[in-house]
């Protein structure tokens, strides 16, 4: 596979940040020199530098641990804060009671059809401690598993704060899943009660997620209690279990005790999208996504309590707990959004930025390549001079699409933080720090204490240039604590590729510069003309001819060569199809030589994609062939799927 990192450097730390910056002040706090020494001796002794990160972020804990790590049950089942006891909340809002943060905005929400409001953090514990004693009040408390189905709306911050507060699980939904994956996640999970929204707008259309939840609980034998938050003003059905939320908190006291918990007690089962029917249920704890989480975000992302956060996610993603977690525990402020990035108005996203103010913003790769084809004042009517970071994660980047947002929306001025990991991860494997430079597309650092590697089939270190296998050689605080109720599952998906590091599924490589590029999922690898390919290789000269949206490169059998070249588009609007074919084919051979001319180009309205916005290639592929696409809940536009049908490879 190969591999032409951008040669030069685009943005260069300013003086002033290389001294004060939060990962300079902790490196100081380490006593040591620099970010490079901060680095080794994070990745030699990640037990040293979880403990520094604990004391450096003051981590609370009821009772201290007496370890922090404990590996005695073996490598892959490391435990964390041994002896602690600790609550994700108690870092969140019970510190901030009595400080000036208490009356300051913890929460700014627009939802779809323009209603603003807003919660000063001492507002938005009043709201949580009441709800925590609604669900105290119904019998669920520590240890019950409760499902969280709801647009990013004000409710989906209280109730997920109140679930964690009384010491349950919570299991977050997309909120555009149908019944079927509401009932594999909260089946597995054994979901006592499950929190919703009565409906939500979604471009314009009202969607009643109670539907869903009715069809879905009659297969939920544990299922005991739904709980509804009346969002829109919407005929809703109602069936014995059933409870208003505005009922359940209407004569509660809004003083809630908070769930004193061991520190590595499961607090978050998160689903994650498999290539089987089944997904894999993920076990974030307290003290794990406390203190990774923040690690990233706030010592490495800079995300400080004079920040104003936007992140347009939803509760089924991560990013979405993610950010309810890291801004409240630095003290910034959050502003959520229900709907999507660009509706009701198309550049929706930075009107965001601009009435809000937001300094710190996170968005995936796909939003800047769907601003290219938009005409540049979609983006420049906008004020976006607050910006002061942006964070991207999901779909790795093209070079023009890092170029497009570096130039139109950081104006060479603000840093793209690039971030990859996922759920398994809590966090991040690589990411960016503000004391490096910047390449296009680039990861400018390994996360620190993650013994992260580019690895060869046998486990060994590659050269600078070279393809291999992303690895992780330390477990990590944030790691998921095996798969809920399937430990070889977990095993076998992460540990067992090769022996004694975690594999985590994307292809990686450095340049000599030391810097690091995800080239996508190593399950995604073609193999033409005998040579390893990765998609991205020839998505590439596709996306750069600058007549197509999208792209995704899949391998189909071949009688001659074994496999051949499938290019999936999506094109610009006005383009004459068949001249496009022609020139898609001719770019990939000018840049890739003879033998990787597409045998098929495929023209699509849409390619299917994860709520992360990564596009599932593995569903693309099984489509066009006729096979078993496998789970499709994580699934944002399942629209997509038929028009990929009604093309299928003969």
């Known amino acids: 596979m190969d591999f032409k990192p951008f040669p030069d450097s685009v943005w260069q730390p300013p003086t002033a940040l290389l001294e004060n910056a939060q990962i300079a002040r902790f490196t100081r706090h380490c006593e040591l020199d620099d970010y490079a020494s901060l680095l080794r001796r994070a990745d030699a002794d990640p037990a040293w530098f979880w403990r520094k990160v604990i004391e450096y972020l003051d981590v609370r804990f009821y009772e201290p641990y007496t370890a922090i790590v404990d590996t005695s049950g073996g490598l892959e089942w490391t435990r964390y804060c041994v002896g602690g006891k600790t609550n994700m909340v108690l870092n969140c809002l019970d510190k901030h009671r009595g400080t000036p943060t208490w009356d300051k905005t913890f929460l700014n929400c627009e939802t779809e059809d323009g209603r603003a409001s807003s919660l000063s953090y001492a507002e938005i514990d009043a709201r949580v401690g009441q709800f925590a004693e609604a669900l105290r009040g119904l019998g669920l408390g520590k240890g019950d598993a409760i499902g969280l189905y709801m647009p990013m709306i004000p409710q989906v911050v209280i109730a997920y704060l109140a679930i964690v507060k009384i010491g349950a699980m919570v299991i977050p939904l997309f909120s555009g899943f149908g019944p079927e994956p509401i009932t594999v996640r909260l089946n597995d999970g054994k979901a006592k009660a499950v929190v919703i929204a009565n409906a939500t707008n979604r471009r314009g259309v009202p969607i009643d997620l109670k539907v869903a939840i009715d069809a879905a609980r009659t297969n939920i034998p544990s299922l005991e209690h739904v709980i509804v938050h009346r969002h829109l003003d919407v005929d809703t059905a109602w069936r014995n279990g059933d409870h208003w939320w505005h009922e359940l908190t209407a004569d509660q006291p809004t003083a809630s005790a908070t769930e004193v918990m061991d520190a590595d007690d499961p607090m978050m089962l998160v689903y994650t999208s498999g290539t089987t029917g089944m997904p894999k249920g993920t076990v974030l704890t307290h003290c794990g996504f406390t203190v990774k989480g923040m690690a990233d975000l706030q010592i490495m992302f800079e995300l400080g309590a004079e920040d104003r956060m936007l992140w347009m996610s939803d509760m089924g993603w991560v990013v979405g707990p993610l950010e309810i977690l890291a801004a409240a525990f630095a003290g910034a402020t959050l502003v959520i959004a229900e709907g999507a990035f660009n509706f009701p108005e198309r550049g929706r996203i930075w009107r965001l930025v601009q009435d809000y103010k937001v300094t710190w913003l996170g968005l995936a790769p796909t939003i800047a390549r769907n601003y290219m084809r938009e005409a540049d004042d979609v983006v420049t009517q906008y004020d976006l001079s607050s910006l002061e970071i942006v964070v991207s994660t999901g779909e790795p980047w093209t070079t023009d699409a890092w170029l497009w947002l570096f130039d139109k929306v950081c104006v060479k001025r603000v840093p793209i933080l690039n971030y990859t990991g996922g759920t398994e991860i809590g966090g991040g494997i690589l990411g960016c720090t503000v004391v490096r430079p910047l390449k ?170 994860t709520r992360t916005l990564k596009v599932m290639r593995r569903v693309v592929k099984a489509l066009l062939l006729g096979t078993e696409p496998g789970d499709l809940s994580s699934l944002m536009n399942p629209e997509a799927i038929e028009p990929l049908k009604a093309k299928q490879i003969s």
């Open 440 to 609: 296009p597309c680039c990861f400018n650092t390994a996360m620190p204490g993650m013994g992260a590697d580019v690895v060869n089939d046998g486990g060994a270190p590659v050269a600078a240039g070279e393809v291999g296998e992303l690895a992780l050689r330390n477990h990590s605080i944030g790691l998921t604590r095996g798969l809920w109720q399937n430990p070889e599952r977990y095993l076998d998906s992460y540990w067992r590729t090769i022996e004694g590091l975690w594999v985590h599924g994307d292809w990686a490589a450095r340049d000599n510069a030391g810097m690091w590029y995800v080239l996508g999922r190593s399950d995604d690898t073609l193999k033409i003309a005998g040579k390893r390919t990765g998609p991205a290789e020839i998505e590439g000269p596709l996306m750069g001819t600058g007549q197509i949206v999208e792209a995704a490169v899949i391998g189909v059998p071949d009688p001659v060569g074994g496999a051949a070249v499938a290019c999936v588009c999506v094109p610009i609007a006005g383009v004459d199809e068949e001249a496009l074919k022609q020139t898609l084919s001719e770019a990939v051979v000018n840049a890739m030589g003879k033998a990787y001319r597409p045998k098929h180009i495929i023209l699509v309205g849409d390619l299917p994609k």
